[in-house]
């Protein structure tokens, strides 16, 4: 029961790690742009979820009302007013821009916020509980995984049903046919990145009330959302999910071996799998 309990647990987990994702994989499957900041997106949704909730004593995810559109809207300017400059067929602009943001936002919130670690209040759900089949299951990490499959149903729903997911898989396939057919590539990029941001701002609410953070941790959100696509496949947004989970797997039963195994067992699990699929499990681009 011990080793089963650490799966679900680990599964559970990933659900936070797909959403850390989700971005990642809808940005890169849309347009093809890795962006380095994003870990650090995350951690600014977390802080707008906390300044949300210290202001008006809303609960962090009835602050989500507010901190998504705003996410939302940071995403759509990010795009239009700096990143859409610095696409094309050369990775690297895109790459040290989205780099620069990255130090930019985490020496912001260390100027705005400081050093010392914060969280959100959640009150009960932080610690509520249920059995199931002999198993106690978190409330908040249940509900998590949840999120992460209605956001990912979602994302394929908006992709394949939707005018707005047909204008992606246009400009994805080819930007100057789509150009040519009526579409502004340039405000497609930008909802797209809206989008993105959206999915960003669930996370980071969850990311705050699960734990502590600092305006330091955005590198490691951003690495375990990167392993998480890569796992998956790129631009697979159901991979995205399987990543997350294979990931939270392989932390919760390295640190059922040893506590000091938790995240070294899940860069060997990604390690491994980049050896032998190097396009990820499934790498089917779903944008």
Partial sequence: MEWLNAIVQGTLLGGLYALFAAGLSLIFGVMRLVNIAHGDLIVLA????????????????????????????????????????????????????????????????????????????????????FQAGGLSLGVLPVMTFAMAV??????????????????????????????????????????????????????????????????????????????????????NLWGTLAGGVILGVAQTVGAKIDPGWQVLAGHLAFLLILAVRPNGLFPRISA
């Fill in 150 to 235: 209605a956001v990912i149903c979602g994302l394929q729903w908006t992709f394949y049903h939707t005018a707005l997911g047909r204008a992606f898989r246009a400009v994805s396939d080819n930007q100057d046919i789509a150009q040519l057919m009526g579409l502004n590539r340039r405000h497609i990029f930008g909802l797209a990145m809206a989008l993105a941001l959206a999915v960003t701002a669930i996370a980071g609410i969850l990311l705050g009330i699960r734990t502590s953070f600092d305006p330091s941790i955005g590198g490691g959100r951003l690495i375990f959302g990167f392993e998480a696509v890569i796992i998956g496949g790129l631009g």
């Fill in 46 to 129: 977390a802080y707008l979820g906390l300044t949300v909730t210290t202001a008006t004593g809303l609960h962090p995810l009835a602050a989500l009302l507010l901190v998504v559109p705003a996410m939302a809207l940071i995403g759509y300017a990010m795009q239009r007013g700096l990143l859409n400059q610095t696409l094309g067929n050369d990775l690297l602009p895109p790459l040290l821009v989205t780099f620069g943001l990255s130090v930019i936002l985490q020496n912001g919130l260390l100027e705005i916020y400081s050093a010392d670690p914060q969280k959100m209040d959640a009150g009960v759900l932080e610690t509520a509980s």
